[in-house]
């Protein structure tokens, strides 16, 4: 039964003994300012934008305008959620793509992500009033109720009316107290939390995305990428196939051939016998090499043996375009992604060469924390489209597999950049 008591008061008591209890109370205190900040330069905004509808023009300035600022005061929300409440809202929404201004207004126009970065700094202010008064009303009031024994002894008469009754002298006053007491220990610190967590659930809703759908998301993108890696790995599989059906088992069926002629010349005619193990002993030589580039284009021996900049150095060194290669991964990845980092390079690089026109490019990978980052870029002619076959759906393809990100910058006339960034765990 004690422990069963004890374990009650200590769940009671919990917001006391976690830090978080006291962000939130400065999380929530900071709701009505931030909100009528937001507010003030929100509505005015928004009626300007309504009342300018015929003036088209005037309304367009103004809407992008509202656009504009409510991106930008929605940016310092997900801060302060990330500093006060440790809750990460991330706008995993695309950046606008559009290349000139009046495409970037009707992509803002359109979406609805930002339709509602618009609702969340209009209702902030009503919202946030209400919750800064709950949240620092229930301390308020509960550290008023503590002193009302002390308020109550300092008034004529002894006596003061609290709502519809009378605070006077007796036990009221100290019942009172001892209820003011309880808001403070329990009541006023759960009510900051639950209003935190109202905080929160407003600003995932209208920031960021729900749990649900991030989840569903999630499993999406992850069928994606099994799909894509599977592809994968059976064109690969067929690549190599072919490869060695065409090069080195050729080779080798000719030197076979070749040996066969020169074991029946041996006797009648050594001189051709001569020349027949010559051209096989140049055959096997092919096919040799044949095999050790195969061998490297699965996984190059210099990469396992001395990292990603040895390894990347050589593709370079082999291009036709000049390129500069910066790597700055510190401690070597672990080998899965040191690969999938080799082949991407080479992937990008094969591209740079047959589709871009370019005279230089650069390649610069880097490290930091659990993601590697991958940028190669090129001085080309840009235009370059992952889904015109050119070669880059089959890399968004392998960069999906690794559960990883890519993202390609070529507008018309150049140059052309394509950014990865994959996980890198230790």
Not at 57 to 83: D, N, Q
Not at 311 to 334: E, I, K, N, T, W
Request: proline share 5%.
């Amino acid at each position: 039964m004690n422990l069963v008591i004890g374990s009650l008061v200590a769940d009671l008591l919990r917001p006391w003994r976690s830090s978080s209890t006291w962000w939130a109370l400065a999380h929530v205190s900071l709701d009505m300012l931030v909100g009528g900040v937001m507010f003030a330069v929100a509505l005015p905004l928004a009626v300007l934008s309504v009342s300018l509808i015929v003036v088209l023009p005037g309304a367009i300035l103004a809407s992008w305008l509202l656009f504009l600022c409510a991106h930008g005061l929605a940016k310092v929300e997900r801060t302060r959620f990330a500093a006060l409440l440790d809750a990460p809202i991330v706008d995993r929404y695309p950046t606008l793509s559009g290349d000139t201004p009046w495409k970037r207004y009707k992509e803002r126009l359109g979406s609805w992500p930002r339709w509602k970065e618009v609702i969340y700094v209009l209702v902030r202010y009503p919202l946030g009033a209400l919750t800064t008064w709950i949240a620092v009303g229930g301390w308020a009031a509960s550290i008023a109720l503590v002193a009302m024994p002390l308020i109550v002894s300092s008034l004529p008469g002894e006596t003061f009316r609290l709502v519809t009754f009378e605070v006077g002298e007796g036990a009221s006053p100290w019942l009172l107290s001892v209820l003011g007491v309880l808001g403070i220990v329990v009541i006023a610190p759960w009510l900051t939390l639950a209003v935190a967590e109202f905080d929160k659930l407003l600003a995932r809703g209208l920031l960021g995305r729900s749990e649900r759908r991030e989840f569903e998301q999630r499993v999406s993108a992850l069928e994606s990428s099994r799909t894509a890696a599977v592809d994968s790995a059976e064109a690969e599989r067929r690549r190599i196939e072919r490869d060695l059906h065409d090069g080195a088992q050729q080779r080798l069926i000719a030197v076979a051939m070749n040996l066969g002629i020169a074991r029946q010349r041996l006797d009648d005619n050594p001189e051709q016998a001569r020349e027949l193990v010559g051209t096989a002993h140049d055959e096997v030589k092919s096919a040799l090499k044949e095999l050790r580039d195969l061998v490297r284009g699965i996984h190059p021996v210099i990469l396992e043996d001395r990292g990603l900049d040895a390894a990347l150095s050589a593709v370079v060194a082999r291009s036709s375009v000049p390129v500069a290669l910066r790597v700055d991964v510190g401690l070597r990845p672990p080998p899965a992604v040191e690969s999938a980092a080799y082949f991407i390079v080479s992937e990008a690089l094969v591209n740079v060469v047959r589709h871009s026109g370019a005279r230089s490019a650069s390649v610069e990978i880097a490290r930091r924390g659990d993601r590697l980052t991958i940028a190669v870029a090129d001085d080309g002619i840009g235009g370059a489209d992952p889904a015109g076959g050119t070669g880059l759906s089959g890399l968004a393809h392998r960069v999906a597999a690794l559960d990883g990100w890519m993202q390609v910058v070529s507008p018309p006339g150049g140059p052309t950049t394509v950014l990865v960034e994959v996980p890198c765990g230790s």
